[in-house]
Each structure stands twice: as C-alpha cells, then as structure tokens.
C-alpha cells in the first residue's frame, strides 16, 4: 500500500557530510510521523531521528546537534542532513514512516536501507 525509498547513502571520510531522502508513494492520505533509525553490524536496529507531522524534531543523543531531521509534506519526502560523521554512524539506515492510507487505517511503513559508512 505504501512504498518508502531512499537515496544518498555512500562512503565518507570522518568529519564529513551526507544527506539521506526517503520518498513515500501509494495510497497515503497524510503522513503522521516520518524518522530515521540505524543498525550497525553485529547490533540492533536503533532510533536516530523523527520529525511527526507539526511538530518538533526528535533525535538521539549520539545525533543530537549533528544530524538534521526534515520533511516536504508536498512531496511525501523526509530527509536527514548528517553532519560531522564519525566511524560510529557506520550503519544500514532505514527510513520509517507512520502514515494513514485513503482507506482510512494506519500502518507504519519501513524503507529498503541505505548504507551509511564513516571512514575514520
């Protein structure tokens, strides 16, 4: 019913910047919540980031002041603008996304992954 995709995933230098996009599409009447989690080898998938529809940004302490959480409601898109990377933000991130479809329910809905790698 919902699709999520996500693009800007790579391999950076410590220090450096990536910005992260998931675009949602199918039958979406509004999006409630849009965020980011992470899962680093070996590890379990962990929250990073969201942003709910109107309302203030909420992110992990080990992103906190560093990534960026955003979204175009026009679009159905959500970003993550991450900044000075460190070796530790190495991980799959997956995009995540809590939406009422035209039919009227909720789902949440998950994205494919994108992987992230910090080079220190």
């Known amino acids: 019913q919902v699709q999520l995709v996500e693009s800007g995933g790579g391999l950076v230098q410590a220090g450096g910047s990536l910005r992260l996009s998931c675009t949602a599409s199918?039958?979406?009447?509004?999006?409630?919540?849009m965020g980011w989690y992470r899962q680093a080898p070996g590890k379990q998938r962990e929250f990073v980031a969201h942003?709910?529809?109107?309302?203030?940004?909420l992110y992990a302490d080990s992103v906190k002041g560093r990534f960026t959480v955003a979204r175009d409601n026009a679009k159905n898109t959500g970003y993550l603008q991450m900044n000075s990377l460190i070796a530790e933000d190495t991980a799959v991130y997956y995009c995540?996304?809590?939406?009422?479809?035209?039919?009227?329910?909720?789902?949440?809905?998950w994205g494919q992954g994108t992987q992230v790698t910090v080079s220190s």
């Open positions: 995540n996304a809590l939406v009422r479809t035209t039919a009227g329910a909720t789902i949440t809905s």
């Open positions: 942003l709910k529809s109107g309302g203030n940004p």
């Open positions: 199918g039958s979406i009447f509004s999006i409630n919540i």
